[in-house]
């Protein structure tokens, strides 16, 4: 059983940076791809960012590359998105995903994740 627990969402302004952290169980959290993802309000979850098994390969959507930064330690199971030049339609809910399946493909799909977090909120006002 996996367990994530975000934290470090809330309102900045436009411009302004926030770091989210997702905090993992699991004995083999080594093994697992690390994405985030997000919703905000009235659209479907789009994925945000990815990292590999060994923090070798990281993806970002296009919308935030550039702007954001995906890392983890393994030592401490944890995952953060460093999250740089806010804007407006950063909005949404964070959520923080595990997949398990020990892919060598980096999974860029919803679908692929089986295991989430509750969500962070980020709120960014113009």
């Known amino acids: 059983q996996v367990q994530l627990v975000e934290s470090g969402g809330g309102l900045v302004q436009a411009g302004g940076s926030l770091r989210l952290s997702c905090a993992a169980s699991?004995?083999?959290?080594?093994?697992?791809?690390m994405g985030w993802f997000r919703q905000a309000p009235g659209k479907e979850r789009e994925f945000v960012s990815a990292?590999?098994?060994?923090?070798?390969?990281?993806y970002y959507a296009d919308s935030v590359k550039g702007r954001f930064t995906i890392s983890r330690d393994n030592a401490v199971k944890m995952v953060w998105l460093q999250m740089n030049s806010l804007k407006p339609e950063d909005t949404a809910v964070y959520y923080c995903?595990?997949?398990?399946?020990?892919?060598?493909?980096?999974?860029?799909?919803?679908?692929?994740?089986?295991?989430w977090g509750q969500g962070t909120q980020v709120t960014v006002s113009s």
């Open positions: 995903a595990a997949d398990l399946r020990r892919s060598t493909k980096v999974a860029l799909e919803e679908y692929e994740y089986g295991y």
């Open positions: 699991g004995r083999t959290f080594s093994t697992y791809t």
């Open positions: 990292i590999a098994w060994s923090g070798g390969s990281t």
